[in-house]
RNA sequence: GGGCGCUUAGCUCAGCUUGGACAGAGCACUUGGCUUCGGACCAAGAUGUCGCGGGUUCAAAUCCUGCAGCGCCCA
């Protein structure tokens, strides 16, 4: 309802401004501070005090007379403070969103009939999925799951880049060197098996090797790239055997967070179908090519440095594939969505601005960059075997989160014996939960420095925090289920809003109610924490309405309003959760 | 050298896109609350040169500009 009221607030307010005779290009339009509980509130009257040549104060009185002359469906009433104008919902906003949320489809927008493909994580196959790459499938999927919600249609891409150099050196190394002289795997898993002989190619062309194994090392693996420009199918069954076993594995982790993927695109299928050929022409005929240093480049407008898109060796590069590659998103979707790296923040602008001289509609492209996770003493890197991986973090999360569950078995109050597959749900639930949302709870372009006691923090803003109010919410409609017979995913009673009255409860309507809002603001922006930060709003709402509003125990009328309300709030969690990736346990 | 990003309480972070009501949370610290639907909770207290300087404005954490520190990028 909250979109609602908002609409109806500048129609409001756009009326009297008009009538009166005030310019409505600006509304002011914001939400008012903690100690009101209006709903939304403007500071118009600043703008139009020059020019009505009253004070801020006067003109703000003057609109709230205007406007309440007005019908109103949401609007309850509308009084200034001072200069500001500030809006009460009425009783029908509380009815309506208390009705709306016993779906439990609530916080679904519309559908928007428009596909979107997000692109997300595209890792480089060349071994195990690390923590300094984390935030990728993190943020990747829950933009995913943001834009599900708000109405689009989705797929999710795993661009796979199979036709770079770090990839013919690896397809080198699977046949150069000997199982038996490499170490033991880290893990009994594809990824690990096969970084072992990535990470002895890069020791042995830049330290072991003489110089003129290096040439003849240097040879095969130009021969391999020679072969992918040419077309040559035996270059592509050879690199194909090796990229899929590694990503394969790491497909695996990925499925833990879980971030799952409807197709891994292939970045030599944009050489092999000729798109990158007839990129290339295109480009060559565009005002802004230029051939300088034996390369074709492009001089970009507002853009410094040129992009190369075929080098002296008349190869193409990564971009000029990533072009095609996105010519091809734009034929198949209506808007594309891509989570990369802050080193790839210029090749992204490029990339985007060339798409432009190719004739496209780049409105139509967004792209959400995101820092490194680092550890305190530097940068992670497979191919140095530097850093965390992954595995290790989700191992370790699940470790310690099963240990809390363990250590609060004893003071449970509630005596509904856990069972050992119990213990272990919740501590998958909790320990994924709580990295999870530690990751997607902050803006992606701070950098993060990956520390155990902090990533694995249970207590501070956490997911657990917010999984308790859902299990909590579930265990009071589990509970009212065996004595009425209530449906938990909604009740089917006749209910009065305005049998919540009290303030803790009036503020919980209020947080279930912006819920759409803040999917509809994290869809616009691709900003997937809002809907994170929401979330703990939403908790201690909560929090403070269970603790103060007995339901169970209630007289019948205010029982069920109750009930009601918690099934609501129990849909507003559960769902903001699921749109940022986290699971939402019953008990836990 | 040039470009992009980050800098808010002791610590971890919201708020900045679209300037507006005393800059908000959590952790840690002090205190109170379990015969009551789940204490991974609630309530109260204390905590700030919003990196630094200048500018625009009735009004700047928010916009512009210079600088510093850190991160990233420049076939």
Redesign the pocket.
Known sequence: MFLAMRAEVEEALTAALDRLGYPTD?L?????????D?VL?S?VA??L??EAATP?PAVADELADAIDAGPQEYIGRVET????L?FWPSERYFAETLAEAQSGEFGTLPDRETSVVVEHTSANPTGPVHVGRARNPIIGDALARVLEYAGYDVERHYYVNDAGRQIAVFTWAYDFFDEADLPEPERESPEYEMVRYYRAANTYLEEEADEESVEAAEAEIQSIMQGLEEGDESAYDRVGEVVDTVLGGMRDTLERLPAEFDEFVKETRFMRDGSTDEIIDRLKNTEYAVY????WQLDLPE???NL?FV??DGTS?YTTRDLAHHEWKFDNFDEAVTVL???????ARQLRSALEILGNDTDRLGTV?Y??V?LPE??MSTREGTGIDLDDLLDEAIDR?RQ??ED?LE????D?DLSEEDIDR?AHQ?GIGAVRYDIV???P?????FEWE?AL??????A??V??VH??A???IA?AHDENAVDPDGLDIDVDASDLDTDAERTLLREIARFPAVIE?AA??L?P??VA?YT?DL??AF???????????ADDETRDA?LALVVAARHAVGNALDAVGVQA????
Request: charged share 35%; hydrophobic share 25%; with cysteine.
């Open positions: 600006d002011g339009i914001e939400e008012p501070p903690e100690d009101l209006a509130a500071s600043f703008r005090a020059s801020p403070r001072g200069p500001y500030n300088e240093d034996d390369a853009i410094d440095k190369v080098r002296e590069l790296g802050e080193d790839h923040e210029l090749q960059h820092s490194w680092t530097g940068g989160a809390e569950v609060r003071d449970r109050i509630r509904d919740i909790v709870s902050k803006q372009t701070k950098g993060i420095t902090r923090d249970f207590e501070a803003q956490s657990p925090y999984q308790y299990a909590r579930s265990g009071i509970e603001e616009e922006d900003q924490h809002v930060t703990r908790a201690e929090n403070t309405f269970y603790r103060e509003c007995p339901v169970l125990d109750r346990p019953d008990s836990m």
